[in-house]
């Protein structure tokens, strides 16, 4: 197992299906303040759906077409990171997060999506990393920014919510405009 430190109290970590009841116990601290921002299918409610939710990444990191990392803060899951999708027949894949609210303002996400970069672009060979996320999830937006990811476009009304249609933003950042900024 290995561990990518995220600062003097942090790492980064592979996250997978036999650590599902902390994983549930961090939704669980998160679930309020994601639940807006992330698929319904990612927010589990229970063990059994908690080890579905790792055991679908898991399933992707052995087709090489995902991934789910976490980052503890004090040895507590606080959140993480990962691929939704990895195709290196195409050259691009798409990235995402989630942190619980007493985690935040640290950089977390920012550090853990660097390092997640960097391996997609330097060690697998990405072109494309993209971020989507909902227009109004300002936090998110942020992030995007800081990490360097350029605003591609926003697809009008393309998701449902309980609240009616929601615009998604499609943010990227290309492997020359990663390589121009480290």
Known sequence: MFAVPLGPDAELRPLQPWQAAEFLANLDRARDHIAPWVG???VATDIASATAVLQGYADRTARDDGGI????LDDVLVGGVMFVSFSTATGSCEAGCWLEPGAQ???LIVQAMQV???WAFEERGMNRVE??????NVRSIATARRLGLSLDGTLRQALRSPDGAVDLEVWSILAQEWNART
């Open 116 to 118: 997640l970069l960097a």
């Open 69 to 72: 990392w976490g980052i503890w």
């Open 131 to 136: 971020w989507r996320t909902d227009a109004a």
């Open 105 to 107: 303002g640290r950089g």
């Open 40 to 42: 319904a299918s990612f």
